[in-house]
C-alpha cells in the first residue's frame, strides 16, 4: 500500500514565522501536492510538482513555496505564516498524470494553526 | 475546465436509512470519476472509482454510476452504519496535467 506521511500532525507557529511541513511517499510516484482544506471550501490547490526540482503554482499559492529535492519528498514553506493560514494542510501523492484512473494517495494532514 | 458540484451538508440520518449525495461534473471529455471519504482527524482515501460512462464504483456497501447523459456520479448506500460518519468528496482530475478538482465536501452523521 502507498503510504504518504506528514512531518506533524498539529503545529502552533506565531505570526511571522517561517514554517515548514513536510510530506514524503513511499512508492515512487512522479507527482505530488499540497492543499489546504477550509470549511465550506473544500480542498484547494497549493501548488504541485511532477519531478524532482519541478513545481507548479496551483489555485492559491500566494503566502506559499515549495520545495523538491528529492522524489519521495515534498515541503511546503509559509515563509512568513499570518493568521490568516489558520488550516489543514494535505498532502498526496499520485503515479500518472491526466483524466485516467490513477487516484491521489493522502497524508493524513496538519492542522497548523497560527497565532 | 473540468470541475464538481457537490450536495451540501451536513447530512443527518438514522442507522439504517438510505444515503444518498449528488455530484454533477462539467467535463472535456470522459474524465475517472472518484469519491472520497474523510474520516475524523484523518486525511482523505478512496472510496470508489469509475472509468468510463455506465461504469458503477462500489465499495464497503458504497455505490455510484458513472451517468453520462445527466453527468452525475452520485454517492448511494443502502444501510448507513454510524461508522459511515465522515465527509464524502466528489472528485475528478484535469484532462490534461495535475489538477483534481474536488466538490466541497459533504458532512454525514450517522445516530444510531
Known amino acids: 500500500d502507498v503510504k504518504v506521511t506528514q512531518s506533524s500532525r498539529y503545529l502552533v507557529k506565531r505570526t511571522g514565522e517561517k514554517v515548514f511541513l513536510e510530506c514524503v511517499q513511499d512508492m515512487d510516484h512522479e507527482n505530488m501536492f499540497w492543499y489546504r482544506q477550509d470549511p465550506g471550501l473544500g480542498l484547494r490547490l497549493i501548488y504541485f510538482?511532477?519531478?524532482?526540482?519541478?513545481?507548479e503554482k496551483g489555485d492559491i499559492p500566494e503566502g506559499y513555496s515549495v520545495s523538491r529535492e528529492k522524489k519521495e519528498r515534498f515541503s511546503l514553506i509559509l515563509e512568513s505564516a499570518s493568521t490568516n493560514q489558520t488550516s489543514m494542510y494535505l498532502c498526496a501523492s499520485r503515479l500518472y498524470r491526466g483524466p485516467g484512473a490513477d487516484t491521489q494517495y493522502f497524508g493524513p494532514g496538519t492542522r497548523l494553526t497560527v497565532l | 475546465g473540468n470541475s464538481v458540484t457537490q450536495m451540501e451538508g451536513p447530512v443527518t440520518l438514522s442507522e439504517e436509512a438510505f444515503l444518498t449525495i449528488n455530484c454533477t461534473y462539467t467535463a472535456t471529455g470522459y474524465p475517472s470519476l472518484f469519491w472520497y471519504v474523510q474520516y475524523p482527524g484523518e486525511g482523505l482515501q478512496l472510496l470508489l472509482k469509475a472509468t468510463k460512462a455506465d461504469d458503477k464504483g462500489s465499495n464497503k456497501g458504497f455505490e455510484a454510476t458513472y451517468r453520462k447523459e445527466t453527468t452525475s456520479f452520485h454517492l448511494e448506500k443502502g444501510s448507513v452504519q454510524v461508522s459511515d460518519s465522515a465527509v464524502y468528496f466528489c472528485?475528478?482530475?484535469?484532462?490534461?496535467?495535475?489538477?483534481?478538482?474536488f466538490g466541497t465536501g459533504t458532512s454525514l452523521t450517522v445516530i444510531p
Open positions: 510538482s511532477y519531478d524532482v526540482k519541478m513545481k
Open positions: 472528485a475528478l482530475p484535469a484532462n490534461t496535467g495535475n489538477q483534481f478538482y
